[in-house]
T-cell receptor, first 116, second 115 residues
Framework: DTGVSQNPRHKITKRGQNVTFRCDPI?????LYWYRQTLGQGPEFLTY????????KSRLLSDRFSAERPKGSFSTLEIQRTEQGDSAMYLC??????????????FGQGTRLTVV | DAKTTQPNSMESNEEEPVHLPCNHS???????IHWYRQLPSQGPEYVIH???SNVNNRMASLAIAEDRKSSTLILHRATLRDAAVYYC????????????????FGKGTKLSVIP
């Protein structure tokens, strides 16, 4: 399978614990995005990387959230001191760099986080 | 990115065509119209995009109004597998270097397909 891969698919954690998710994009894609989706809502943008550089961060990304993309390949999203409000589906997407913004994004199946 | 308006839900019978509308009255000249869909328990999936002319691909057709203030995603023959939430999204195609590349999703249209 050469699609976007996310691990784990499901994570249950206790409030206050730290969690880390991993995303492996399609290999030749140099753009990588993280989104968060709560029940009944569309995905909300969190952050964007071009290669290893984090170029955009949403104001939704509080200081408890940190994302990295070392060497411009896989990416990790860490949430520190989780809160119940962090419970959501975390989606990763990747795309090819193009002069415009109209290359399609390929999404992974997401990591569903439940904070108890 | 400019805002879009879609119906909350629609129903279709299996094997019949489906027309999913999207209004985007504040679209700018450089905004492309993108459609994504999200099947249950899956990440969103790209469907189609266009600027001014109607577009066809293996999944669907996109009909864009002459004034570009609205568009319609057409599924020519709905199958049970097409039951999903369909999102209409505008993306500015003007090249701006390190500008915003995010997709701004609304709530979309939940399509139900009746066997």
């Amino acid at each position: 399978d050469t699609g976007v891969s996310q691990n784990p698919r499901h994570k249950i954690t206790k409030r206050g614990q730290n969690v880390t998710f991993r995303c492996d994009p399609i290999s030749e894609h140099n753009r990588l995005y993280w989104y968060r989706q709560t029940l009944g809502q569309g995905p909300e943008f969190l952050t964007y990387f071009q290669n290893e550089a984090q170029l955009e961060k949403s104001r939704l990304l509080s200081d408890r959230f940190s994302a990295e993309r070392p060497k411009g390949s896989f990416s990790t999203l860490e949430i520190q001191r989780t809160e119940q409000g962090d419970s959501a589906m975390y989606l990763c997407a990747s795309s090819l760099r193009d002069r415009g913004k109209n290359t399609e994004a390929f999404f992974g199946q997401g990591t569903r986080l439940t904070v108890v | 990115d400019a805002k879009t308006t879609q119906p909350n839900s629609m129903e279709s019978n299996e094997e019949e065509p489906v027309h999913l509308p999207c209004n985007h009255s504040t679209i700018s000249g450089t905004d492309y119209i993108h459609w994504y869909r999200q099947l249950p328990s899956q990440g969103p999936e790209y469907v189609i995009h266009g600027l001014t002319s109607n577009v066809n691909n293996r999944m669907a057709s996109l009909a864009i109004a002459e004034d570009r203030k609205s568009s319609t995603l057409i599924l020519h023959r709905a199958t049970l597998r097409d039951a999903a939430v369909y999102y209409c999204i505008l993306r500015d195609g003007a090249y701006s270097g390190a500008g915003s590349y995010q997709l701004t999703f609304g709530k979309g249209t939940k399509l139900s397909v009746i066997p």
